[in-house]
């Protein structure tokens, strides 16, 4: 079994986590929405989680030889009902050899602890209903539907 170290991402781990982005974009989508669509949100949804924000933060898992694995980036949010202050998971991804590994946990782990340290009562995130590899996994680490957005492509 390998062990699993995290620690805060630095400014060499950048093109490690651009890296996986292709990952992120190829999971299992809705069928309105081909590959360039879902890599343009990608792309997007990258900008904007890495903007500038107090108290965001970025975790990168490695193995003890210092081999990455993975990375998650937290940041601070507002609940959609309560506006109260929570924690927001707005990216998980693990390089392929990580998988099943337990990469994933110890950093949703993590982001529980950094959520818990600040006081948020919540943490959110969001995943794509046909995704349903992921939902499962948030589903068994505790994380619960709130709301739905449905389309209709016409």
Known sequence: MTTIILRRAAADDRSFIDGLSPRLSGVPRPPWHDLAAMEGF????????????????????????????????????????????????SLLATTPEAEGMGVAHRLMGAAEDWARSRGYRLLSLDVFADNRRAVEFYERRGFRSETFRMVKPL
């Open 42 to 89: 990608q792309d997007r949804h990258m900008v904007a989680s890495f903007a500038p924000v107090d108290g965001a933060e970025t975790l990168i898992a490695c193995a003890e030889d210092g081999r990455r694995l993975g990375y998650i980036h937290l940041r601070p949010a507002r609940d959609g009902v309560t506006d109260e202050p929570c924690g927001y998971v």
